[in-house]
Each structure stands twice: as structure tokens, then as C-alpha cells.
């Protein structure tokens, strides 16, 4: 099991910046895709941005042009870079790590960091 710890989140006014960081205690290389998701209040958990272990990303498309994923492999670290922040990214946000091992997926998850914008 990997431990996936999540950093970087706070308040911020809308049109600020944040970045997230997800430092895991294994090597990047393991997953297959690691990904932030993002729980809003009252709302249903949902992804946010993904990148594959072939460098490939993927944006929800009410982030797109705004954030930016990507990986630090000597770091095992997958950072968010958040701009143009809005009051409804407000919401915890949570790293995600997935590896298929013998045809079954695993999946691994952070404990999440608060990320408030404020109008």
C-alpha cells in the first residue's frame, strides 16, 4: 500500500493561485495514472485532472486552460497548479494513484487538503 499525503491548499481570493502537492512513499513509476479529485459540499467526489504513466493529461473541462498536472519523478511528488482560481473550485481535494496488478485494479488515496476561494 502506498501513502499518498497531500499539501499546499489554503485560502485564496478568486483569481489567485495555489499549488497542490502529493508526495507518495513509492516510486511514481508503480501507477498507472494518478489523478486529483475534488469534493465540493453537498456534492459528489469528482476528478479534477489525471496524467498517465506515459505523460498523457487529462482535464475536467471546468478547470481546463486554469490548472495544470504534472509529475516529479525523482521526487514521487504530482503536483496541481491552480489559476484563475473561482469560488466553486472551493472543495477538499484529494490525490488519487492507480496501478492494475494481475488484470485487478488498486487503488490508493490521500487524505485530502482544503482548498477555499473566497469571492
Known amino acids: 500500500q502506498v501513502q499518498l499525503v497531500e499539501s499546499g491548499g489554503g485560502l485564496v481570493q478568486a483569481g489567485g493561485s495555489l499549488r497542490l502537492s502529493c508526495a507518495a512513499s513509492r516510486s511514481l513509476f508503480r501507477f498507472n495514472v494518478m489523478a486529483w479529485y475534488r469534493q465540493a459540499p453537498g456534492k459528489e467526489r469528482e476528478v479534477v485532472a489525471g496524467i498517465f504513466s506515459t505523460g498523457t493529461t487529462n482535464y475536467a473541462d471546468s478547470v481546463k486552460g486554469r490548472f495544470t498536472i504534472s509529475r516529479d519523478n525523482a521526487k514521487n511528488t504530482v503536483y496541481l497548479q491552480m489559476n484563475s482560481l473561482k469560488p466553486e473550485d472551493t472543495g477538499v481535494y484529494y490525490c488519487?494513484?492507480?496501478?492494475?496488478?494481475?488484470?485487478?485494479?488498486?487503488?490508493?488515496w490521500g487524505q485530502g487538503t482544503q482548498v477555499t476561494v473566497s469571492s
Open positions: 488519487y494513484a492507480a496501478k492494475i496488478v494481475l488484470g485487478s485494479l488498486r487503488e490508493d
